[in-house]
C-alpha cells in the first residue's frame, strides 16, 4: 500500500517539475524544474524496486543522480557563458533566434 | 567483452585526445587525428563482426546483431564527417573532436540497448556533449542555441525517464526485450501512460511534430558542424531505439501505436515540409527538412511491419549522406567572407555559374531530400510507401506522396536562388576550398547517387539487419 | 485541500495584474540594482562545480567498495577502470589550470 504513496508522490513531483518547466520564464529555474522531474523519476524507481526486491531499480537511481550533476555542471556553465554575454537571464528576452 | 569492442575503441580514442590535449599541448589537431583514428578502427572493427552470431551480453542489457552494427556503422559516419567538417577550425575549441567522440559513443551504445538502462545512457551520452558543442560558437546565437537545446534536452529527458520508471513498476523489469513475455501480467494502468511517456520522450530528441520547436533554432545557432551531427547522428539514434523499442517490447500490442504514431507521422511530413517553405536561411531551412525526415522515418515504424522496419533502417543512409553534403556547403561558404554570420538563400546567387562543382553538390543534395529519381531519396521515399501499402494504410502512402509534393517546393529554392545570373554573391566568390570539405563532399554525392542508382547492396544490408526478431524465435 | 488551492491562487487571478517595473528588479536594501555587483565570482561556481562533479563519483565508489567480496576480481578490475577514466578527467582538469584560483 505504501507503494502507491510513493508512486503518486513521484507523480505529482514530476508534475510540478513539468509544469515548472511550462511556465516559469527563468531559465535556471527551469532547469531546476527539469532537474526535479529527473528525481521524481529516481524516487519512483527507488519505490518499485523496494516493492520487487530487485536491485536494478536502485542502480537506475544512481545512475540518474550521477547523469543530473553532469547535466547540472554543464547547464550552468552554460548559462553563466549567456549570462556574460547580455548580463541578463530571461527566457523571453532571449529571442534573437525566434521560435 | 570483445563484442563491445568499437565502442571500446570510441571510447578510448576520446579519453587518449583528452590526454593527448593537455600532455602535447603544442602538436595541434592532434586529437582530431586520434579521434579520427580510432572512428575509423572502431569502423573496421565492428564491419568485421557482421556475421556474428546474435546474441545478448552485459547481463541481457545489450544485443549483438547486425541492427547495431548497422548503427554504429551510420553514426561513425555521421562522426567523421563531423570531425572532418570542424578540421583546423580552432576557434570551435580544442576540445570539439573529444566532445564529438562521446557524442557518437552514446549513439552506439542506442545501437545496441535492449534494456532501458542503456537507452536512458544513451540518450544522456548523446546528450550531453551536444549541449557543450551547440554553444562552441562564441555568438550570442551560440549560447542561446545551447540554452534551448539544454533546457528542452533536460525536459525531454525527464519525461522519458519517468515514463522508463513506470515501465518499470509495470514490469518489474528494464530489459524491454522481455516485454512480450510479461505484457499478459503486467500492470496495464502503469505499462500505457509509461510507454507514452518514453514515446514522448523520444519524439522530443527526434523532433517528432507537437515536440519539435526547438530544433530550427538549435540548428541555426549551432556551428555547422555540429549541425550536421545533429542532424544525422541524432536522428539515427532516436529513431532506431524507437524502433527496437516498440518492435522488440511492444509488438503484440502494435494496433494500438501503430496508428497513433502514424498519424503524428503524417502531421510530421507534412507541417515539417510546410514551415520549411518559407525560411531564407539555409540552416533554418535544413531544420524544418529534419522534422519533415523525421515524419518519413516514423512511417516506417508506424507500419510496424518488417517491410517498415527495413524502409526505416533504408532511409536513415541516404538522408544521412544528402544532409552532410549540403552541410558541408554551408561549412565551405561559412570559410568565406564573415564566417560566423549564418548562410541565407540570396547568400546561393550565381554559385550555379561561378562554383559549378559545390552547386552540383547542393543540387545533388537538396533533389535527394526532395526525393527525386536517381538518388539515394527517391528509394528510401520509394520503400517507405511500399511499406505502407503492404501494412494496407493508404493514409500513410498519401500523407508520403503530400510530405515529398511541398518538401520539393521547400527544396527547389535554394536551387532557384543559386541559378539566378545578376551578381555573384561576395560568399560564393571567397568560399575556400578545403581537402576535408572535399573529403565529405565526394563521399555524399557518391553515395547519394550510388544508392538511387544500385540500390541493391544496401537493400541486402538492411534486410539483414532489421531482422531483428531472432529474439523470439529463441 | 481545494479551499486552500484556491485561497492562495485566488489573488492570482482576481487581483491587478501589473507585473514589470521595481517589482521585478532584486531588492537590495533599498539600493537600486543599477549594476550587478552582488554576484559572486566565476570562481565560486566553477569550484563549486568541479567539486561536484568530482563528489558524485563517491556514490559509485560505495557500492562497489561495499560489495567487492561478492565481485571477487573481475568487479575489482572494473572499478579500476572506473577510476583510470576518472584520473583521465582529473589530469585533464589539472593541467588545464582548473585548480588554480586566479
Known sequence: MTLNYVVALAALLFMIGAAGVLIRKNPLIMFMAAEMMWNAAALAFIAFARNYHDVTGQVMAFLIIATAAAEVGIGLAIMVAVYHRRHRLDIDEISELKG | ?474 | ?102
Open chain 3, 1 to 102: 485541500m481545494f479551499v486552500v488551492v484556491g485561497m492562495s491562487n485566488a489573488s492570482r487571478i482576481m487581483g491587478p495584474q501589473a507585473p514589470g517595473g521595481v517589482k521585478k528588479a532584486t531588492y537590495e536594501s533599498g539600493i537600486f540594482p543599477e549594476t550587478p555587483v552582488g554576484y559572486f565570482s566565476v570562481r565560486f561556481y566553477r569550484v563549486a562545480m568541479l567539486f561536484m562533479i568530482f563528489d558524485v563519483a563517491i556514490m559509485a565508489i560505495y557500492p562497489w567498495a561495499t560489495s567487492l567480496s561478492a565481485m571477487r576480481a573481475r568487479g575489482f578490475y572494473d572499478g579500476l577502470v572506473f577510476f583510470g577514466i576518472l584520473a583521465v578527467a582529473f589530469v585533464y582538469v589539472w593541467r588545464k589550470g582548473g585548480f588554480q584560483w586566479h
Open chain 2, 1 to 474: 567483452m570483445q563484442y563491445l569492442l568499437p565502442e571500446i575503441l570510441v571510447a578510448g580514442s576520446a579519453l587518449l585526445g583528452l590526454l593527448a590535449m593537455v600532455v602535447v599541448p603544442k602538436v595541434r589537431g592532434l586529437a582530431s587525428w586520434v579521434v579520427l583514428v580510432g572512428f575509423l578502427a572502431a569502423g573496421v572493427d565492428a564491419a568485421t563482426m557482421w556475421n556474428v552470431t546474435p546474441s545478448l551480453i552485459v547481463y541481457n542489457s545489450m544485443a549483438i546483431d547486425k541492427y547495431g552494427i548497422t548503427v554504429t556503422e551510420l553514426v561513425l559516419l555521421a562522426g567523421i564527417s563531423t570531425i572532418l567538417l570542424a578540421w583546423n577550425a580552432e576557434h570551435f575549441g580544442e576540445e570539439f573532436p573529444v566532445l564529438v567522440a562521446l557524442s557518437v559513443l552514446g549513439m552506439m551504445g542506442l545501437g545496441g540497448a535492449t534494456s532501458l538502462m542503456p537507452v536512458f545512457l544513451g540518450i544522456e551520452l548523446l546528450s550531453l556533449p551536444l549541449y557543450i558543442l551547440a554553444a562552441s560558437r562564441h555568438t550570442p546565437e551560440g549560447g542561446e542555441a545551447a540554452l534551448k537545446y539544454l533546457l528542452l534536452g533536460a525536459f525531454s529527458s525527464g519525461i522519458l525517464l519517468f515514463g522508463m520508471a513506470l515501465l518499470y513498476g509495470a514490469t518489474s523489469t528494464l530489459i524491454f526485450v522481455a516485454y512480450p513475455g510479461i505484457a499478459s501480467h503486467a500492470q496495464v494502468w502503469l505499462l500505457w501512460p509509461g510507454l507514452g511517456l518514453v514515446v514522448v520522450g523520444i519524439a522530443f530528441k527526434l523532433a517528432i511534430v507537437p515536440f519539435h520547436m526547438w530544433v530550427p533554432d538549435v540548428y541555426e545557432g549551432s556551428p555547422t558542424p555540429v549541425t550536421n551531427l545533429m542532424a544525422f547522428g541524432t536522428k539515427v539514434g532516436a529513431a532506431i531505439i524507437l524502433l527496437r523499442i516498440l518492435a522488440f517490447g511492444f509488438y503484440g500490442q502494435a494496433g494500438a501505436w501503430g496508428l497513433l504514431l502514424g498519424y503524428l507521422a503524417v502531421l510530421t511530413m507534412i507541417v515539417g515540409n510546410l514551415l520549411a517553405l518559407p525560411q531564407t536561411n539555409l540552416k533554418r531551412l535544413l531544420g524544418y527538412s529534419g522534422i519533415g525526415h523525421a515524419g518519413f522515418l516514423l512511417v516506417g515504424i508506424a507500419t510496424h511491419n518488417i517491410q517498415g522496419a527495413q524502409a526505416m533502417m533504408f532511409y536513415l543512409l541516404p538522408y544521412g549522406l544528402a544532409a552532410i553534403g549540403v552541410f558541408a556547403v554551408i561549412r565551405l561558404l561559412e570559410q568565406g567572407q564573415d564566417g560566423d554570420r549564418g548562410v541565407i538563400l540570396s547568400d546561393l546567387q550565381g554559385m550555379a555559374y561561378q562554383r559549378p562543382w559545390l552547386a552540383t553538390v547542393l543540387i545533388v543534395g537538396m533533389l535527394s531530400f526532395a526525393g527525386i529519381p536517381l538518388t539515394g531519396g527517391f528509394v528510401g521515399k520509394f520503400f517507405l510507401m511500399q511499406a505502407a501499402l503492404f501494412a494496407n494504410r493508404p493514409g500513410f502512402a498519401v500523407g508520403i506522396v503530400v510530405g515529398t509534393l511541398v518538401g520539393l517546393a521547400a527544396y527547389l529554392r535554394p536551387l532557384q536562388a543559386m541559378f539566378q545570373r545578376d551578381g555573384v554573391s561576395e560568399r560564393v566568390r571567397t568560399m575556400r576550398w578545403s581537402a576535408a570539405g572535399v573529403m565529405v563532399v565526394a563521399v555524399a554525392v557518391v553515395g547519394t547517387i550510388g544508392i538511387g542508382v544500385y540500390p541493391a547492396p544496401l537493400v541486402h544490408i538492411v534486410s539483414q539487419s532489421a531482422n531483428f526478431y531472432w529474439l523470439k524465435g529463441g
